[in-house]
């Protein structure tokens, strides 16, 4: 089984994440981890008021968006690879573009929102409001459908036509080389230059607010505010950095395998099939890491998270506390 469909299975020359056999057991514990996970992530968020901050709306989001992934995008996948018909080939790589455009939007929306409560905070809840946020997500969620919908329009075509010219195969060809640097170009390079510029701006900023901080003859409870103001709006910064990098860690070498059959002629380009079925096994993964990344490093949705575990394992509070207890120092502990 290869990764790699040919004309007979997707009604192009593209690139399918198909290389999953349907016993595998490891896609059926990802897609597992990735349901609850994503799902705890948008019911702890929608469940509380105090969490649904601008902010955190846009992690709800994302994380329905990484849940789809888990409840249509990974079994479409193990679908195609068992089934090779390409109405679901088809489909499993359309969704997956889906998936990958949702998630870099979602990413560039999270960084321009701090990128405006950082460099405009007196006007940040004027300019970044709940309204134009649902807006701004409505609009990202309308934008990664779109070009999906205009390439099964052409697509879907072929798909009725068992012998097609070569004439028409050679234009759908070129329409999916069309359509890939399209996508490449619009939905990785330009918002990852666009994100880079943005979180080097804002960490510069950062630096430069300490060093101030620590020139100016401030009362020490002052300097105290300000440096955990900072430390928190920089913990912030290095979330979008690090949802930026896994994004690209895990998408980039899918963008390379479809370029190298986009553009390698006659059998310039070799497939082995361990390397697919890993670059398949990436995809999945923003969908798993995001909701940690950021649960874990977001102050009020850890201690949410970690209140609704110590509800549901008691026992998990009461060792939690006696390993901080023996962790202090005796003399800490004398002067408190």
């Known amino acids: 089984m290869t990764i790699l469909n ?4 997707t009604g192009n020359g593209s690139f399918l994440p198909s290389a999953i056999p349907t016993d595998t057991i490891p896609a059926i514990v990802l897609t597992l981890f990735i349901l609850f996970i994503n799902a705890f992530v948008v019911l702890l968020i929608g469940s509380s008021s105090s969490l649904r901050s601008t902010s955190n709306i846009i992690l709800a989001s994302l994380a329905l968006s990484d849940f789809l992934m888990g409840l249509v995008g990974i079994p479409l996948v193990v679908a195609c690879s068992s089934t090779f018909a390409s109405p679901v080939c088809l489909s499993a790589n359309l969704f997956s573009t889906f998936n990958s455009v949702s998630s870099v939007l979602h990413i560039l929306v999270m960084t321009f929102d701090r990128y405006i409560f950082i460099m405009w905070a007196l006007r940040y809840r004027e300019i970044f409001n709940r309204r134009r946020v649902f807006a701004i997500l409505s609009a990202a969620w309308l934008i990664s459908l779109t070009p999906q919908l205009v390439r099964l329009s052409w697509t ?5 036509v068992e ?4 004439d028409v195969k050679l234009r759908m060809k070129e329409k999916e080389l069309i359509f890939f640097t399209f996508n490449a170009a619009v939905f990785f390079f330009v918002p990852l230059i666009a994100m880079i510029i943005l979180d080097t ?8 607010q300490c060093q101030r901080i620590a020139r100016e003859n401030l009362p020490a409870e002052s300097i105290k505010h300000e440096t955990k103001m900072q430390k928190r709006q920089m913990k912030a910064v290095i979330t979008c950095v690090l949802l930026l990098s896994l994004y690209v860690t895990f998408w980039l070498p899918s963008f390379i395998v479809e370029f190298l059959q986009h553009y390698a002629t006659g059998d310039k380009y070799g497939q082995s ?14 969908a798993l890491f995001n909701p940690i990344a950021y649960t874990l490093r977001k102050p009020d949705l850890k201690r949410a998270a970690r209140s609704i575990v110590y509800k549901t394992f008691p026992n998990w509070k009461t060792q939690f506390v006696e390993n901080r207890t023996e962790q202090i120092p005796l003399a800490s502990r004398s002067e408190v």
């Open 163 to 166: 012998t097609a010219k070569e």
């Open 273 to 286: 099939h361990g390397v697919m079925i890993l670059i398949t096994y990436l995809r999945f993964c923003p």
């Open 156 to 160: 879907a075509g072929k798909l009725r």
């Open 6 to 9: 040919n004309d007979s299975h």
């Open 201 to 208: 701006r804002m960490l510069l900023l950062l630096r430069n």
